[in-house]
């Protein structure tokens, strides 16, 4: 048994929560904040069979999106001014986790 732990961005949880609910596989959702951006992430834990493996992380793949956006930051220069700058960035996508599960109850 497999214990997934997929980080998504938020504006992709909901299609990537469909994708695997539609395919039978339980999902528990957690809110969680991302350390760069401070961004809005969910983390999904997904417990799941070691022949579903692939079949979860095809869906999470092909929901989860990367995509560009700016983020602005503050560069001191010589003399301890600070002047403003935008740098676009690439966010989204996921980042999974997976891990053996030893045992596994429900009650």
Do not use: C, H
Not at 11 to 30: A, Y
């Amino acid at each position: 048994m497999k214990l997934i732990f997929a980080i998504v961005q938020d504006e992709d949880t909901n299609k990537v929560m469909n994708g695997l609910n539609k395919r039978g596989f339980m999902v528990t959702k957690l809110s969680s904040t991302g350390g760069f951006l401070k961004a809005g992430n969910t983390t999904l834990m997904i417990g799941l069979e070691d022949e579903r493996l692939n079949d979860a992380l095809s869906i999470i793949e092909s929901k989860s999106k990367s995509r560009q956006t700016k983020i602005s930051t503050d560069n001191t220069i010589a003399g301890g001014a600070a002047m403003p700058m935008t740098a676009e960035i690439t966010v989204g996508g996921a980042t999974v986790f997976i891990t053996n599960v030893e045992d596994y109850r429900k009650f």
